[in-house]
């Protein structure tokens, strides 16, 4: 009876921890979004910078690998570029109090996320759970003649949970999902998440639509803190295999 116990045990963990068929995701959207909120700089500029880009737009591409070997998790890559650059006005510089200086501002925050997960579902409600890797190497350039010329640069990674449902419409080829990468901790806080309508033929070939939100709350992202939020729709290709 032990053994039996043991064996229905291996069985089940096998259906829960590992996907039914090899199968590889390819993909790339259009993420058409606005960016938001203040940026605390460590050099001349004391105080927050106030940001505010509309219509930006960012390149998104990604790969995913799904098998059948138990406990050992799927893999999925995402490469983010996501870059915005204007005129802001900064009030708060410390050369020169009481003033404020039109500004040109370039920031870029790029960013890879690597994906680890277990598809605990695989029917016509999927849920995938895992870790969620993002790492960001990026800059910041705040640039006005004779006032400023301060940039830096930073590259720093932050593990995140990760988790993605989606529930199959049978037989029409159209499915609805959500995924969700979050990180929080003292007065941190990254939140990733997108919703989106999806579309795949026989051939594997298909479209997506969705919204994304990004935020990004750190005390600490190289030489400086971030409190911004980037948001807008998107839409895509992708191949499955």
């Not at 790492?135 to 006032?147: K, L, R």
């Not at 959500?178 to 998440?193: G, I, P, R, W, Y």
Request: proline content about 2%.
């Amino acid at each position: 009876m032990k053994t039996k116990l043991i064996l229905l045990t291996l069985l089940l963990s096998t259906t829960t921890f590992a996907d039914t068929v090899l199968g590889f995701y390819a993909g790339a959207n259009y993420w058409n979004y606005n960016m938001s909120g203040q940026i605390n700089s460590v050099g001349n500029v004391a105080g927050n910078v106030n940001i505010d880009y509309s219509d930006d737009s960012s390149a998104v591409f990604y790969a995913a690998l799904e098998h059948p070997i138990p406990f050992l998790p799927n893999i999925k890559l995402q490469k983010n570029s996501i870059q915005s650059n204007g005129i802001i006005n900064i009030s708060n510089i410390s050369d020169f109090p009481g003033q404020s200086f039109d500004v040109n501002s370039d920031l870029d925050f790029s960013h890879t996320d690597i994906m680890l997960y277990y598809e605990l579902l695989d029917n016509w409600v999927n849920l995938d759970f895992g870790l969620s890797f993002k790492n960001f190497d990026g800059s910041t350039s705040f640039i006005a003649q004779d006032v400023l010329n301060e940039q830096s640069q930073f590259n720093v990674w932050i593990p995140m949970l990760y988790a993605k449902g989606k529930i199959d419409l049978p037989f029409t080829g159209f499915s609805t999902s959500l995924t969700l990468e979050a990180l929080s901790f003292d007065d941190n806080k990254v939140t990733d998440m997108a919703a989106a309508i999806n579309y795949e033929s026989d051939s594997g070939l298909g479209a997506e639509a969705g919204y994304r939100n990004l935020t990004i709350d750190l005390q600490s992202i190289g030489s400086l803190k971030s409190d911004i939020s980037m948001d807008g729709f998107y839409l895509g290709v992708n191949f499955h295999f």
